[in-house]
């Protein structure tokens, strides 16, 4: 139990394009997902926290208009990175929650702007 | 916001022999501890957890220990082996709110030689 699912595995994008990264909780409702960004040989970082009809709340330093979150239903949340540069190239990971504390990591997603 | 401080980031022992990484914290009211293991390219997992109201948890090679008064957590793997190898993450919950974002540490890249 407590399956996460992101999509795509892997993307490779044009500078200026947006391009957009799917989280699934497939055996469990979520209450709350978390996206985070790690570069190589770094840690975790929190970007956003969303919960299922409200607003995503963005951590500091992170540009809401550049990173879109929807959080539509208990089992999916996407993140748009708009007009994507070379910088945002980077492991973003998604994790869903289930009850107070416990989060289950998604696979992540491996984004290359060129 | 919470803080969380991680050493060593890089820790390399002989097969067999024990390994320890400690962290600490700063919000005296953290009250879940998570430790994660990542291995390159894969998402984290979670291999143990502690919460504020106890002060050791074990399973199996692996035991947590958790001084609130000095707050500051370990994580200790017994009998290390080859497949042990991957970089290790401790968190804390800050306060605040009900979503229960974690913050994490830097990471150790643990080692285990044959």
């Known amino acids: 139990g407590a399956v996460v699912s992101q999509h795509p595995s892997r993307v490779i994008c044009k500078s200026g394009t947006s391009v957009k990264i799917e989280c699934r909780s497939l055996?469990?409702?979520?209450?709350?997902m978390f996206w985070y960004r790690q570069f190589p040989k770094q840690s975790l970082m929190l970007m956003a926290t969303?919960?299922?009809?409200?607003?995503?709340?963005?951590e500091q330093g992170v540009e809401k208009d550049k990173f879109l979150i929807n959080h539509a239903s208990l089992t999916l949340s996407t993140l748009t990175v708009t007009s994507a540069h070379p910088e945002d190239s980077s492991f973003y990971i998604c994790?869903?929650?289930?009850?107070?504390?416990?989060?289950?990591f998604g696979p992540g997603t491996r984004l290359t702007v060129l | 916001g919470e803080n969380v401080e991680q050493h060593p980031s890089t820790l390399s022992v002989q097969e067999g022999d024990s390994a320890v990484i400690k962290c600490t914290y700063s919000?005296?009211?953290?009250?879940?501890f998570p430790w994660y293991k990542q291995e390159l390219g894969k998402r984290p997992q979670l291999i143990i957890d502690?919460?504020?109201?106890?002060g050791e948890k074990k399973d199996q090679r692996i035991a947590v220990t958790l001084n609130k008064t000095a707050k500051h957590f370990s994580l200790h793997i017994t009998e290390t082996q080859p497949e042990d190898s991957a970089v290790y993450f401790c968190?804390?919950?800050?306060?605040?709110?009900?979503?229960?974002?974690?913050?994490f540490g830097k990471g150790t890249l643990l080692t285990v030689n044959p």
């Open positions: 994790s869903a929650s289930i009850q107070r504390n416990e989060q289950f």
């Open positions: 919000d005296s009211a953290s009250n879940y």
């Open positions: 502690i919460r504020s109201n106890v």
């Open positions: 055996d469990f409702q979520a209450t709350t």
């Open positions: 968190a804390a919950t800050g306060s605040g709110g009900s979503n229960y974002k974690l913050t």
């Open positions: 969303s919960n299922e009809g409200s607003k995503a709340t963005y």
